[in-house]
């Protein structure tokens, strides 16, 4: 089994909403990934985590937070987007060092 | 940080021809993948190739890594190949950075 699940497909959320995106993978991996995606343009990491603990964090901006329940599942917590928050927002998973596999994505449009 | 051109940024095909993408970097990389985003977004791996040749049906890749360059092949294309392609690049700590990406368009 190679697949990433992402849950919600599409959320419109207004700026004062909270709300959170789901990823989950059964593959093993240890690795989970955040990436987001605006249009017309290439996926740019956000977030790594490393055996469920944050190793990279590409200066996203705080209203964006990362959580790792457990070694399958990634949560994106979003809490007063603004509206240039708006993309397609990716999750994938690998094993450390190893190919990365994608989900379908969330497709984020911020009121 | 590394630079990861490709070209080129557009190309319209008949359904049938065959063509090659190419993607630059600007540094040592630890490995390469290729991806395919369909219409819908969603990113398909084609291949993970840090050097040397990969065939997948119709599909092949070549990583020349001392020379910072990597090739894909896509023969006898198929309307079902349009969307976009990216190749994208490891330089080490997981971080995986991506290509500029070049659109394909098959044609009936």
């Known amino acids: 089994d190679t697949e990433v699940t992402q849950t919600p497909k599409h959320l419109v959320m207004g700026m004062t909403n909270k709300k959170s995106l789901k990823c989950e993978q059964h593959?093993?991996?240890?690795?989970m990934y955040w990436y987001k995606q605006k249009a017309k343009k290439p996926p740019e990491l956000m977030f790594v985590y490393s055996y469920e603990k944050l190793s990279i964090n590409e200066s996203v901006p705080s209203r964006f937070s990362p959580e790792c329940p457990n070694s399958s599942l990634l949560n994106l917590h979003l809490h007063a987007l603004q509206p240039e928050d708006s993309a397609l927002y990716l999750c994938?998973?690998?094993?450390?060092?190893?190919?990365?596999?994608f989900g379908p994505g969330t497709r984020l449009t911020v009121l | 940080g590394i630079q990861v051109e490709q070209s080129p940024p557009d190309l319209i095909l008949q359904e049938g021809a065959n063509s090659t993408l190419r993607c630059n970097f600007s540094d040592s990389v630890n490995n390469l993948q290729w991806f395919h985003q369909n219409p819908w977004g969603q990113l398909i791996n084609l291949f993970y190739?840090?050097?040397g040749t990969k065939q997948n049906g119709r599909l092949s890749a070549t990583t020349v890594a001392t020379e910072r360059y990597s090739l894909l092949y896509i023969s006898s294309s198929q309307t079902t190949d349009s969307g976009v392609y990216f190749c994208a690049v490891n330089t080490g700590f997981q971080k995986l950075v991506f290509g500029t990406g070049t659109r394909l368009l098959v044609s009936p």
């Open positions: 994938a998973s690998s094993h450390v060092e190893g190919t990365q596999y």
């Open positions: 593959m093993g991996h240890r690795a």
């Open positions: 190739i840090p050097s």
